[in-house]
């Protein structure tokens, strides 16, 4: 007997979560050029470890460190603020 298990919707993968996050965070400039200087990243950097987990760790963290962008990427996202937090812990941070 094969069980088919769906693959995990982006709001359930943590990888995809950051990753959609992270395209909100980057849509404001203001915004964006803060997690820049708080993070430490630069351009290049960013785009050279899109793929690596503490890269999307870095981005939940950065939601999570300030609640009214916490609250306000999940209303973009469609998620509840928890799931954020949620992929955070997942991600390891």
Known sequence: MTI???SPSP???PQALALNA???VL???DRAERFLA???LTPDVLRASLGQQA???AVLEFLCSHEPDLVAA???LDVAPEMLVRARERLGT
């Open 38 to 40: 708080l993070t430490g």
């Open 55 to 57: 890269t999307m760790a």
């Open 74 to 76: 999940a209303e973009a």
């Open 22 to 24: 992270l395209g909100w």
């Open 4 to 6: 088919l298990r769906e």
């Open 11 to 13: 709001s359930q993968d």
């Open 27 to 29: 849509a404001d400039q």
